[in-house]
């Protein structure tokens, strides 16, 4: 235990140690932080759980074109298309699916 007596949050004229209090301050929490956390969640949920429009070079049609594909999370292979409009619509079909759970 040190010798002198200093008020707390001032420093000790014998050593320069800064005495702090032993309490913790407690705040109260914020009442509506459970809205962001519950913001960032579905933005992570959106971003992750969708399917991509990607061009297949390896793929191509009778005309030599890459053909579109949709690439779904867990599933191995990609879904090929004839043309990207067709790619678009049922990307769009999907995603209306997924909206409607």
Request: aromatic content about 2%; charged content about 25%; some cysteine.
């Amino acid at each position: 235990m040190h010798a002198c007596t200093t008020a707390i949050g001032a420093r000790c004229p014998c050593c320069g140690r800064l005495w702090k209090s032993r309490r913790k301050e407690q705040r109260p929490a914020p009442l509506l932080d459970w809205i962001e956390r519950q913001k960032i969640m579905e933005r992570q949920r959106r971003n992750t759980s969708g399917a991509r429009v990607i061009l297949r070079d390896d793929l191509r049609d009778a005309e030599g074109q890459p053909r579109a594909c949709l690439v779904i999370p867990g599933r191995p292979l990609p879904l090929a298309f004839p043309s990207i409009p067709a790619a678009l619509a049922a990307l769009a079909q999907m995603e209306a699916a997924h909206a409607g759970r």
